[in-house]
């Protein structure tokens, strides 16, 4: 059982790069997160999906978008990429997207924009 | 968004119970309460939660304060692989989105 994947596991990028971060999950589940954790923070909501075809804003959205075309990805992308950005960020699922349900967490894609 | 208080670290001996102490005093009566871990250079783990009744599970129980404003984590036999930042997180009822603190990093002694 795979669960949760991310692509790459760590990358280095120019400022002003358009970058993708990938994140697959096989558990058919309808919700889907995205994290990014700073250095010695807990971790911040970007963006979430509760299911297929819809989005929305979480905490810290400026700067990236997502999409959700079907169930099983949930692509995170920085249009420009600035130094800010430079951070781990972690995608999530869950069977829905209400709080009594458990959060799979992946292992996480290593970013630095210089 | 309901917030959550935690102490910054706490320590603890190998095979001893480990207490982990959560206030939340603004919880709203339909938010549940999350306990998540991250052991170093790994994504957060599903540790246990609830909302209004005690908990038990393999990994640990949760304690829920009558009045809801406060709850504790405990693990029965701390060992060294419990050594992680443990985030008490409260979920809101309506959406999925978990709000992190800065959690409480468990030191394990052998």
């Known amino acids: 059982i795979a669960g949760i994947t991310q692509a790459p596991t760590s990358q280095i990028l120019a400022a002003g790069r358009r970058m993708t971060l990938r994140c697959t999950q096989d558990m058919r589940h309808n919700a889907m997160y995205w994290y990014r954790q700073d250095l010695g923070l807990g971790l911040r909501l970007i963006h979430y999906s509760n299911t297929a075809g819809t989005t929305g804003k979480g905490e810290v959205p400026d700067g990236y978008s997502v999409s959700r075309a079907n169930t099983d990805d949930f692509p995170l992308t920085l249009a420009s990429a600035v130094p800010s950005q430079t951070s781990v960020y972690f995608c999530?699922?869950?069977?829905?997207?209400?709080?009594?349900?458990?959060?799979?967490f992946g292992p996480g894609t290593r970013l630095t924009v210089l | 968004d309901a917030k959550t208080t935690q102490p910054n670290s706490m320590e603890s001996n190998e095979e001893e119970p480990v207490h982990l102490p959560c206030n939340h005093s603004t919880i709203s009566g339909t938010d549940y309460i999350h306990w998540y871990r991250q052991l170093p250079s790994q994504g957060p783990e599903y540790v246990i939660h609830g909302l209004t009744s005690n908990v038990n599970n393999r990994m640990a129980s949760l304690a829920i304060a009558e009045d809801r404003k406060s709850s504790t984590l405990i693990l029965h036999r701390a060992t060294l692989r419990d050594a992680a930042v443990y985030y008490c997180?409260?979920?809101?009822?309506?959406?999925?989105?978990?709000?992190f603190g800065q959690g409480t990093t468990l030191q394990v002694k052998p």
């Open positions: 997180i409260l979920g809101s009822s309506n959406t999925g989105k978990l709000i």
């Open positions: 999530a699922s869950s069977e829905a997207g209400t709080s009594s349900n458990e959060q799979f």
